[in-house]
Each structure stands twice: as C-alpha cells, then as structure tokens.
RNA sequence: GGAGAGAUGGCUGAGCGGUUGAAAGCACCGGUCUUGAAAACCGGCAGCCCUUCGCGGGGCUCGUGAGUUCGAAUCUCACUCUCUCCGCCA
C-alpha cells in the first residue's frame, strides 16, 4: 500500500505520477484520492474535538460523583454530546473507508531503474547463460515426450477433474519430488533458508497482506462454504506469517524456502498454453521470500534472484533473465527480475521464475515492521520473493532439453543422486 | 459433534463502570557504585492517528465487531482463536 503521507510531499506525488505513467496506468483518479484525504482529516479532527470535551466533562462528572454531589446538568448536557459523537464517529470512519477503498488498489511506485512499457515487449534482456538447445533430431514437447513415455497422463486427469490438470506417474513423478528435493536442499543448505511448508488455504486477510485481493480475486480458488482460499504462491502465508508482527532489526534478514503446491483458477487464459504442463491449475513450487531492513533489499534481491538462477545452472539448462518493465510486473513490485528457461518444444524462452522487490508494500499492507536496535521507532521492514524455481516448468524444461533421439531422458547430473536412475526409458 | 475454561503491553501477570494506557515481576536501555563485571540502588521503556517548525496538545487501541452508559479492560450480544475433557476419525 502506497503511504498516503508520502503522496501529500510534492516532491513524491511527482515521482509516483511519472511512476504510473510509466506503468501505463491513468493517473486520473489520484487528485480524488487526495481530496479524500482531506475529507479524512476534517471529519477526524472534528470528532476528536468533540471527544476531548467529552472525556473532559465525564471526568467532571466522575469527581461529582465520588464527592457525592449533583451532576445532573452536566448529565443531561452530555447526553446530547453523545449522540453528536456518535454522528460524528460514523462520518469519520466513512470517511476513512472512502479513502482506504482508494488507496488500496494504487500499484506501488516502480524503482528508478525500471524501464518504461506497457507490455512484455519493453522488458529487457540483462544476460543469457547456456545457448539454446539444438537437437540433430526435430524435438519434441513435453507433453509428447511425457505421453508416450507414460509419465504424464493428461486424459485421465481430465476424466477425474477437467482441463489443465495432470497425472504424475512413475519416474515422472519420482522426478517431480527429485526436483523438489534437489531445490529445496540448495536452498536450505548453500544458501541459507529457512525451510517451510505453509497451509494451503489462506483467509482473505493474508490476500490483502500480500495484495492479491481486492484487484486479483478473480484469479484464485476460493472455497464454498468455508472462509478460506487456495494459494496462488506460498508468498501469501509465508508473507503474513508475520503479520502485524514488530521484528528486531537484528533477527533481519529473515530468509525462508518454502514448497508449496500452489492453485490458480487462469480466468481470462482460455487458448493459451492449453496443452500441456505449462499452465495447470495446480502445480508446486519452491518460493523463495525474504523479510529484510530497507536499506538491503536491492542487495537482497540481487542475492534471491541469484539463488535461483543457480537452481538453473547446476540442472544445466539455458536460459537468460530479463528485466521487467513497469506494465509488465505484478502492480505490488517495485522491481521485478523473470528467469526464463529455453524451451525446445517451444522454441521459445518461457518464464521459470519472478522475482520481485516489494520495498514496504505489502509490509504497510501486513503491518509487518522491525524495531531498530537501540530504540526508536518501529519501521516497515522491505519483502522480496522469487520462485526457486516453479517445480512443473523445470521438469518441462529437463524433459525438452535433455531428449534424446529415442524419445528418453537423460537425467541432469544434480538430479542423478536424487532420482537413483540416470535415464528415463518408455516403460 | 457434545461439555467447559480462557484471550490484557516484548514476555509473565494484577485489574470494584469514573486520575487504569493500564499494578507487579522479567527482559531491555541509561545512570550510580566497581579496576572491570555481577549484585544492589535510581531513572526510562507500547503502538497508531490528528495537530505543531519544535516544546507540546488531542484522539484511539486491553482478541475482533456491535451494543448499554455522561463515561467500558471492567456490563450485554455476536464472531474468531487457544486450551481441557468426551465422542468420531486419517
């Protein structure tokens, strides 16, 4: 959430008009957020005025009483305040909910080096590592190869659920948790996490926290009967894990690898990428989040976005990381690196991973802030997340780029100890 | 599913409807003492919002929301969560 005293600093609103302007958003409705404020402000004071009286009378009162003598003018005088207050209390948190309304769907304010566009077109390459595959053969997609292999079964899954879900089977599967293993093990032991498993069901407040609600409520499953939502990412529990939570500045950074499955309803995906595993309904991933000071989360997300990347190098599959521009990333980020992995099937590079800076975003949202050492005032710590990586896409990748001409697999190096094969043959 | 108990500051834990934003202890910070440390003693120590250049002033917050009242941590109702016992169950 964008702090509503930041935009009343000139110096600031200016920025943050260039900043939407950036992300192609209409800046239109930003002068009524402001006049809301106002609004807020007047109804506040007001109220409160008319509160201190109160409280100061009814200690008056209070003092009669226990001298025993007559308070009975006060009484009847204050009467009428209350009521007066009660009107007042309604237009002020009204007021308040005008303007919260407002305030929570503005994006966040792009980092300064995030370029401007309004779409994937704008988005820049920063570096390419590994030369996309070529095959003297003509390659296969994964779901070809997964198919015939035995390993993916896409029919029944229909069957006993409906489109975008998938059978694992066999060494498909037993590479799914190899995977799993392989990511979560790098994560926790070279790199320093913190591993988690979280629940898979949300309430609505962690869906703000992170701000997937209001704006992407349609993009989630949310459960009849119950309060409760499926996760999107293990962003959003491991996000509110500390939710309304003061932290001491010397427990930050706080690092966690968390493997999820994850669940997302792709309204509005109808046609694309339908064959195949590369837009489920559900699929795991490890996502990789940091609670961090402020001054570090530029560092620290360089740091994140590197620990993914090594999931990419020592599985010795291609790819490049492109910098996002402002239209492109999620309306939470103020900077957001993707990974993307070279797909043979698709001959194409196809997003793995995003990984993100949300400066004090979701922090304002979650009420998430650190006490720093030696006193002062609470701050709002910085959050940063990234997958490490999406486990359905990285097996896609290993299927189309380690292929062989007879249609089996061969096993990445990293993975060998983990699936105790070093090939994958049709059954 | 049935019966009961509870939710107070960083933690433990008091709290008759009216100087209780909240006793006390612990933790933490500063000081005295000490060669240094510990102990002891003294002092400080919640967050948010409005207002002020600043000193300061004001409001809100005792799980959440509503209600009663001039006034609620304290009374009423609803909800959430935690714990104990019984039943059922992976």
């Given at each position: 959430m964008i702090y509503i005293k930041n935009l009343e600093n000139e110096e600031y609103l200016s920025a943050y008009k260039a900043s939407l302007e950036k992300r192609n958003v209409d800046p239109g409705n930003l002068h009524i957020v402001l006049e809301k404020n106002v609004a807020r402000r007047k109804a506040l004071t007001e109220m409160e005025q008319k509160k201190a009286y109160q409280n100061k009378v009814s200690e008056v009162i209070g003092q009669k009483k226990r001298n025993k003598e007559d308070a009975s003018q006060e009484l009847s005088e204050m009467q009428a305040v209350s009521q007066e207050i009660k009107a007042l209390e309604k237009h002020a948190k009204d007021a308040e909910a005008e303007l919260q309304e407002l305030l929570i769907?503005?994006?966040?304010?792009?980092?300064?080096?995030?370029?401007?566009?309004?779409?994937e077109a704008a988005n820049v390459v920063l570096k390419t590592v590994g030369?996309?595959?070529?095959?003297?053969?003509?390659?296969k997609t994964h779901d070809e190869l997964g198919q015939s292999l035995k390993i993916l079964d896409f029919d029944r899954a229909g069957k006993v659920t409906g489109a975008r879900f998938t059978f694992l089977l066999g060494t498909g599967a037993r590479l799914e948790r190899a995977l799993i293993n392989f990511m979560m093990d790098t994560h926790a032991q070279k790199h320093g996490y913190r591993e988690a498993i979280p629940p898979y069901m949300v309430n609505a407040q962690a869906m703000y926290g992170t701000?997937?609600?209001?704006?992407?409520?349609?993009?989630?499953?949310?459960?009849?009967?119950?309060?409760?939502?499926?996760?999107?990412?293990?962003?959003?529990?491991?996000?509110?894990?500390?939710?309304?939570?003061i932290l001491n500045e010397e427990d930050l950074p706080q690092k966690f690898a968390a493997f999820s499955a994850c669940f997302r309803s792709e309204a509005g995906s109808y046609g694309k990428d339908t064959k195949g595993l590369i837009r489920q309904h559900q699929f795991h991933k490890v996502e990789l989040m940091c609670f961090v000071h402020p001054d570090k989360s530029y560092e620290e997300h360089e740091k994140l976005t590197n620990h993914a990347e090594e999931i990419l190098k020592q599985l010795e599959l291609p790819y490049r990381r492109s910098l996002l521009c402002a239209?492109?990333?999620?309306?939470?980020?103020?900077?957001?690196?993707?990974?993307?992995?070279?797909?043979?099937g698709q001959s194409a590079y196809r997003e793995i991973s995003s990984c993100s800076n949300f400066e004090d975003y979701q922090a304002r949202r979650a009420e998430i802030r650190f006490r720093p050492t030696g006193g002062g005032k609470p701050q709002y710590v910085h959050t940063l997340n990234g997958s490490g990586l999406a486990v359905g896409?990285?097996?896609?990748?290993?299927?189309?780029?380690?292929?062989?001409?007879?249609?089996?697999?061969?096993?990445?190096?990293?993975?060998?100890?983990?699936?105790?094969?070093?090939?994958?043959r049709p059954s």
């Open positions: 769907v503005l994006p966040n304010k792009a980092h300064d080096s995030v370029p401007a566009g309004k779409d030369e996309p595959k070529t095959f003297s053969f003509s390659a701000g997937n609600f209001p704006k992407f409520k349609e993009d989630v499953f949310a459960l009849e009967n119950t309060p409760y939502y499926l996760i999107p990412t293990a962003e959003v529990p491991v996000t509110n894990y500390y939710n309304g939570e239209g492109d990333m999620s309306p939470n980020a103020a900077k957001c690196f993707d990974l993307e992995v070279w797909l043979p896409r990285t097996l896609v990748a290993v299927l189309e780029n380690y292929q062989q001409e007879d249609g089996s697999i061969k096993i990445p190096k990293a993975l060998q100890s983990y699936m105790g094969v070093s090939e994958i």
